[in-house]
Each structure stands twice: as structure tokens, then as C-alpha cells.
């Protein structure tokens, strides 16, 4: 193979400059940053920012006019639905029990108003005669609030994270960026996912991290896009080998 590179006038790549560009392929630092639960609140936020741009959109609002309790609603069971996520954490068997108790549910109403048809008409009317109202500027202020509450979070972040490298595990915490170090080889790293909703909404879950020079492992709650960062962290302690390279044996 030498030979050949040798009468064609060209230098044949050397180790240590394939095993370079191995390296700059593989990630260098991983950040690791735990949010509380108010993140998973998106969904509902995103509704408000419709529902206030929808009614501005309709202008001034008729007397007769029904379409405000229809977006009050539909505000209400989003906000509802996510209140439900945050309270409630939802595993995987405990998911599979709510489905089959929802499909029991909804097979049960509908025998209920197969058989009893005037029943669905009384339960109808009887829902839309709650008509909660609410004009464009209650959904903005909501939709500000929680961008700014958003805003503190992602700068609060920023003074307490953790950084994992090649060769060791940082926790960045406090005003002056305090720091404390943790030997990286030796990391044991357990992922959980607790709760599917909040898995499909974020990719979230819970990283439980063991060091050696730490008695208490390190809990990280809600680290988003948490297989992603798994992969990431395996790739780079996996990589970890002492190797002796020529460029000419």
C-alpha cells in the first residue's frame, strides 16, 4: 500500500490524522440544564397567543356574536389539559390504565346516548349554555405573562447548569459562576422517563448521574430532548481510550 502511494507521488494519510478527524466529529461538551414544570405550559400559551390574535383579528365584538365562548373554551380545556400534566405524572403502565378506563368511558356514553337519544341533547345544551367570554387583550396579557416568566427561567438556567467533557463533569452554579468538578470517566448515568406527556411534549426526563467523589447522586429533573443527550454523553465517555499513534511504522 506504501508502494503505491509512493509511485503515484502522494503521502498516504497518517493515523493520528484520521483519528483527528474522528475526534472533531465527536461532540466535545454536552450541556445538561434541568427547567421546572411551568415549560411544559407551551401548549397553552400557544392558544392564547391564537385565541388573542383571532379576536383582534375579528374586531369589534357583535352583541349576538358566539364565537368568543367558543375560543373562551377552547382555551379553557387546553389550559385544563396541561394543569392535568404538571399534577400528575403518568408512566408508562399507568398511561395504558387511563386509556382502557377512557375507551371504557367513551364505549359506556355512547351506548348511553345510543340508546337514550334524547339524553346527548339535554348534555349538550346543558354544556353550552356555560358561555365563559373573555376580549383579546385578557389573552395577550396571559400570553406576556408567560413569555416573561419563560425569559427568567432561560436566564435563571444560565447560573446553574452542568457541562459534561471528555474527561470531566462541571456544575456551573451561582451569580459568579461558581464551579465544582467531577472526574468524568467514572460517571454512571441513569435516564428515566416518568411521565409520557411530558416525554411527547419535550422529549423530557429525569438524568440520575453518579460520581464517585459525590456520596448523593445528582438528580436532574426535566432535561429536555433526553435520548439525544444519553446518545451524546455514551458517544463521548465511550470514546475515552489512551492511543499511541505513528505516523510511520
Not at 337519544?117 to 349538550?124: A, F, H, N, S, T
Not at 427568567?152 to 471528555?166: C, H, K, L
Request: proline content about 5%.
Amino acid at each position: 500500500m506504501s508502494e503505491q502511494y509512493a509511485s503515484n507521488g502522494n503521502t498516504p494519510p497518517s493515523v493520528t490524522t484520521l483519528d483527528a478527524r474522528k475526534d472533531q466529529e465527536e461532540p466535545n461538551q454536552i450541556f445538561l440544564v434541568s427547567y421546572p414544570k411551568i415549560m411544559f405550559l407551551y401548549p397553552t400559551v400557544l392558544t392564547a397567543m391564537f385565541c388573542a390574535i383571532y379576536m383582534w383579528a375579528k374586531g369589534e365584538v357583535p352583541p349576538d356574536a358566539t364565537y368568543p365562548f367558543t375560543i373562551a373554551r377552547i382555551f379553557l380545556v387546553v389550559l385544563t389539559l396541561n394543569l392535568v400534566v404538571l399534577a400528575f405524572d403518568f408512566p408508562r403502565t399507568t398511561s395504558l390504565t387511563w386509556f382502557f378506563a377512557i375507551t371504557a368511558l367513551t364505549i359506556g356514553l355512547w351506548t348511553l346516548f345510543h340508546l337514550n337519544p334524547g339524553v346527548l341533547p339535554k348534555v349538550l345544551d346543558g354544556i353550552l349554555s356555560i358561555q365563559p367570554s373573555a376580549n383579546g387583550s385578557f389573552y395577550m396579557i396571559f400570553t406576556m405573562a408567560m413569555l416573561l416568566l419563560y425569559l427568567a427561567v432561560f436566564v435563571s438556567r444560565r447560573f446553574d447548569y452542568w457541562e459534561v467533557r471528555g474527561n470531566e463533569l462541571l456544575h456551573h452554579h451561582g451569580v459568579l459562576s461558581d464551579l465544582k468538578r467531577f472526574s468524568a470517566p467514572n460517571l454512571r448515568i441513569d435516564k428515566e422517563i416518568n411521565d409520557v406527556f411530558e416525554y411527547l411534549l419535550l422529549r423530557s426526563g429525569r438524568l440520575i448521574i453518579h460520581a464517585n467523589e459525590e456520596r448523593r447522586a445528582i438528580v436532574l429533573e426535566n432535561v429536555f430532548f433526553i435520548n439525544e443527550k444519553e446518545d451524546r454523553i455514551t458517544k463521548m465517555l465511550g470514546a475515552l481510550q489512551v492511543r499511541v499513534r505513528t505516523d510511520a511504522e
